[in-house]
């Protein structure tokens, strides 16, 4: 069931490695952003956000019994509160400490702040372990959800 799961993933992970680079090509020379860090660990640290959103939108198409159910699911409960709760919208220092709580476990928020202090700051990796810490943590919980959504349904048993 792994090797079926990420057999599905690979297409869709290179076309959005290939999205990410031109994202940043174009906000480095279009808009003028400065890169002051290293982009291979701004390239993993991106590889890993990427694989954890693919995951859970895998986990969610796979716990969704329609096309349309997966993408009201995706909006609702996946992109507003990742959009409020990441810190790229609202700082989440101002936020209350409820809404702080929630922003911690959110992976996007720990992205956003690792590509700050890559890309503004220019600190190495040793400065963002512990948002990398958090990434592949919640990297690991969707790939164990989809490997037990997997093997939980009848039609590969």
Known sequence: TLELMLGKLITNLILNCVVAAIALAL???VIGLPINGSLTVFAVLSLICVLTTMLLGTFISLSSATEANAISTAITV???PLLYFSGIIFPTDSMPDW???ISNVIYAK???EASRKILLQGVDFTYVI???CFMLANMFLFL???VYKLKDDRWLK
């Open 27 to 29: 906000t480095h020379y």
């Open 99 to 101: 809404a702080n709580a």
């Open 78 to 80: 996946v992109c507003l």
């Open 130 to 132: 512990k948002d990398a």
């Open 110 to 112: 720990w992205y956003i």
């Open 144 to 146: 164990m959800l989809c």
